[in-house]
Nanobody, 125 residues
Framework: QVQLVESGGGLVHEGDSLRLSCVVS????????LGWFRQAPGKEREFVAG???????YYSDSLKGRVTISRDNAKNTVFLDMKNLKREDTAVYYC???????????????????WGQGTQVTVSS
């Protein structure tokens, strides 16, 4: 089992930057993939960024350049840094983990086994 706890969401203005954090606990193994997704009201959960098996990083094509995923292995924490936030970035942001993920399903929310409770990010004009 893997537990994920997100934090760092809140109300920001367009153009602001924000850092989200996800503390990972439980059975953390070398093959654990970690990622960030988001879900806006009435929309499907979409991939934002991720580490595939703790190695290579991948980004959503539409968000690449405005978001950066990073990690602190000593603190078992994954971060999502977002800059130049826009109103359409308003969503609940979720941290996800999976031990048996294959690369071709990295961007599919249904492929990930473990999820945090989410943290709300609201961007106002």
């Amino acid at each position: 089992q893997v537990q994920l706890v997100e934090s760092g969401g809140g109300l920001v203005h367009e153009g602001d930057s924000l850092r989200l954090s996800c503390v990972v606990s439980g059975r953390i193994s070398w093959d654990l993939s970690l990622g960030w997704f988001r879900q806006a009201p009435g929309k499907e959960r979409e991939f934002v960024a991720g580490f595939f098996r703790r190695q290579n990083t991948y980004y959503s094509d539409s968000l690449k350049g405005r978001v950066t995923i990073s990690r602190d292995n000593a603190k078992n924490t994954v971060f999502l840094d977002m800059k130049n936030l826009k109103r359409e970035d308003t969503a609940v942001y979720y941290c996800a983990a999976d031990r048996s993920l294959i690369l071709s399903t990295l961007r599919s929310a249904g492929a990930w086994d473990y999820w945090g409770q989410g943290t709300q990010v609201t961007v106002s004009s």
